[in-house]
């Protein structure tokens, strides 16, 4: 007991989430607040057998990753704004590709250079759209370094279970934070790891699905000597260029997270029956919005509050049903207002939506949160 | 001697997509019968190829292949040699794709000397996008975003992979099949990056717009410009004025980075136990 | 709310940040005793303003930064300037000697930090385990040797006798009393 009980930053819980996760295989490159991942993986990994390996840019990185994931290997890697800008065109090849494999972003305040070491949410639409043309993502966002270190377990087992990249959104306080953990026992995690095939390799097509919408994938080496590419293909891998394919696969690649909310879609609320402002947020914003609703309630007012950790794909179909009975739905984001816009698109009720935005670098405080619900109360 | 061709080829996927005059046909064709030569295991054999003319070759290879995005498929390769040591991981790449956009993987594999072999096409030429110049596009000559002629210099690939710490770097031609074969058996076979330049000839894209528009002339070209490295040495530098050598140009016993990686686990988890 | 909030602030490279880790590692052995730590600093190693914060709680601990500090400590002038405004009224800051107080609202002590750091301890860069030493008597939360123990385990091997010296001098610093250099280290 007394060894699960740690210090831990949260770039640290991402170290010790993928090796309870059995992550086998790291590539990265340094960049501030993401380098600690990086560092304790480097470490840790060649005790269990894994591989550390710094490449030359970002962009290799994530190639690395991908080509990793294809040998077997369950993959990370980390970065923060300017790399996972860097990151998108492969990380659209891994989508395309349906390669399981986990990509951290511990955002900072951008764009470009921006405040390498100050606390942001800017990258949540870049974590939907930031690689060219519609494509299916997974995107979670911890609150706190529990939470990291679990939900680097569900990134993983999220990847291998519908074979594709998971984004792993922290801030930089999230990140950089440290906390008192109690780590879980080995035997308490629940581990998922992609389906082999079945069937021998002369009856094999690579992307063919079979239950679920999710195809088996083989390692390369294991004898079934199949192509894999970016272009547009169907079941056999191969490109044929037709515009049936190319709708067939997109339809899949995005029914294949659609279909499967129920697993995917994770929040928590705590919302009384008679609470009219609901505080929504994600990330280390959530902190202050817990200590906003427990300081508003103690002042009679009817709050509660939804916190986000599957961002992407975000629950609209829940979020219907909170607009129909909230008065109110507040936002508070580290951006210019990002997630406030799924919420929007979304609310058909009365229900009025505000947003509390900061991308100066620093943290909403509670009271600013407070004053909000006390002005839409 | 036979080479097993037809079993390292998907057959249901030809003819390929290549021009006719192209010489990537017949270096992929080479590379077959020196992985052949090689006695390379087609199970654990892996193509990475990019994008452009040269990374189509990884669709008609029967082995396990991957199709990447453009200049980046040594990083991929690294990926998957340093995930399973065991497979022979190949990397088909052109001059665009290899020397241009790719151009920092290319040195920082070779500065690794991570066990790969990576094969560029270099038709000096941009030929899937129709003729854009690239940096092996010879100054001087002409192209389609060159049209008051190429001012760029070329960059000379062998030395540059050499000084990168590449410890096997080769050079041949689409003329020359035999001495191809030789060199990918060679370079496969070698422990180490293997750099091999093929050289190959674009007459639709390249040759057209500089005075060489048959196939036949091009090859001709490579033939009367190659000079083997055992006879360049003794030529007077008048004589190499418009040539290049062919062959295995440099080669040297140097720690492999998988083999070293695997050094350091073994003794983290020695100490570990 | 049993929440208790420590700042400790100063210039990069005067090991605030360990500071702060080191509270934080304490509270691991203070059975049901929560703690955050966060720190804020600029992107070079050295120089830069520096700042660590340590929440402690019983309870389950949501904003993790300070909100109002129990206890403050500035090493610069500039950290001092920023936030001696910004402390609890029950409060107290410790400033280093140096340094130039402003209206004092909350109890304020000036203490010869680096100076013994220099002269008795001889290390400057002990300062920082020298302030926890002061402010040891402060954190009721956390034991003494709890607060001992966490040193050991995050400052290098090779420092721990120098720093635990640094502690003691700051305990007696805190009493008001001199130094014994028989003292228990």
Redesign the interface.
Known sequence: MRDR???LQGDEAVVEGAIAAGA??F?GYPI?PASEIAEGLAERL??Y?G?F?Q???E???M???????????K?ITATSGPGFSLKQ??LG?GMMIEIPCVVVNVQRVGPSTGL???PSQGDVMQAKWGTHGDHPVIALAPSSVKETFELTITAFNFAERFRTPVILLLDE?VG?????VVLPNEEDIEIWNRKKPEVGPEDFNPYQETDGLVPPMP?????????????FHDKTG??RGTNEDAKNLMDRLMAKIESNMDIISLYEEDIRDDDEIIVLAYG?TM??A??AI?QARKAGIKAGWIKLKTIWPFPADYIKEVGKRAKAIIIPELNRGQIIKEVRENIFGNAEVHGINKYDGT?I??EEILNMIQEVK | MGYKIDEYLRQDKLPHIWCPGCGHGTIMGNLIRGIDKANLDPDKTVVVSGIGCSGRASGYMNFDTLHTTHGRAIAFATGIKLANPKLNVIVITGDGDGAAIGGNHLIHGARRNIDLTVVLMNNHIYGMTSGQFSPMTPTGDNATTTPYGNIDQNFDLAGLTKASGASFIARGTAYNTRQLIEIFAEGLLHTGFSFIEAISQCPVNYGRRNGLSSAVDMLKCQRDSSVNIRKWDSLSEEEKKGKFPTGVLYKEDKREYTEMYQEIIDSVQEEAK | MDRFEIRLSGAGGQGMILAGIIIAEACLYEEGLNVTQTQSYGPESRGGASRAEVVLSKEVIDFPKVIKPDILVALTQKAYDKYYDDVKNEGIIIVDNSIELSDIKVKTYQMPIFEKAIEEVEMKLSANILVLGIIDSWIKQVKSSSLKKAIKKRVPEKTIAVNMKAFAVGKKLAEGGKIDEQGEY
């Open positions: 009980i740690k210090l086998k295989f590539a501030t060649p005790i057998g591989k390996i490449m030359e840019d962009l290799a990185s190639a690395c990753v991908i080509g990793a994931s294809l040998s077997g290997l993959s065109e492969n090849l390498p070491t100050s306080i950089h934070m440290r906390e008192k390692n390369y080496g294991e004898g079934y000597r199949y192509h894999t590419t970016g272009l191969f490109p280390s902190r202050s817990i200590n427990s943290l405080k509670p």
